[in-house]
């Protein structure tokens, strides 16, 4: 069974930093880029940053600068650091593993066949 595991979410304040984890198991991914999502309560899934299979990184303008993607193809596991977190950041985070393998990937979460279950991020004031 496919599945990606998320972790790592939280309660934080504002200025703080966390380490997302997304583990994948019962298959590969060094082939597909991987990606991270969010969804605020009563707004859509939103694009975060993604990582190609040759390691090639995207930023969304929001994220751009305070968060790194990484990825540890041994161990099947892509990392998120998340630093100088505002309150805007609080979502749900997700990532996902992209249809096609050996591609850019994109911004949008129909290009995407594995997803994990989420891990909440909280920023207070």
């Known amino acids: 069974q496919v599945q990606l595991v998320e972790s790592g979410g939280g309660l934080v304040q504002a200025g703080d930093s966390l380490r997302l984890s997304c583990a994948a198991s019962g298959r590969s991914f060094r082939d597909r880029t991987m990606t991270w999502f969010r969804q605020a309560p009563g707004k859509e899934r939103a694009f975060v940053v993604r990582?190609?299979?040759?390691?090639?990184?995207y930023y969304s303008e929001a994220v751009e600068g305070r968060f790194t993607i990484s990825r540890d193809t041994a161990k099947n596991t892509v990392y998120l650091r998340m630093n100088s977190l505002k309150p805007e950041d609080t979502a749900v985070y997700y990532c996902?593993?992209?249809?096609?393998?050996?591609?850019?990937?994109?911004?949008?979460?129909?290009?995407?066949?594995?997803w994990g279950q989420g891990t909440q991020v909280t920023v207070s004031t």
């Open positions: 996902a593993a992209s249809t096609s393998s050996y591609t850019y990937g994109s911004n949008s979460p129909n290009d995407y066949n594995y």
């Open positions: 990582i190609t299979w040759n390691g090639r990184t």
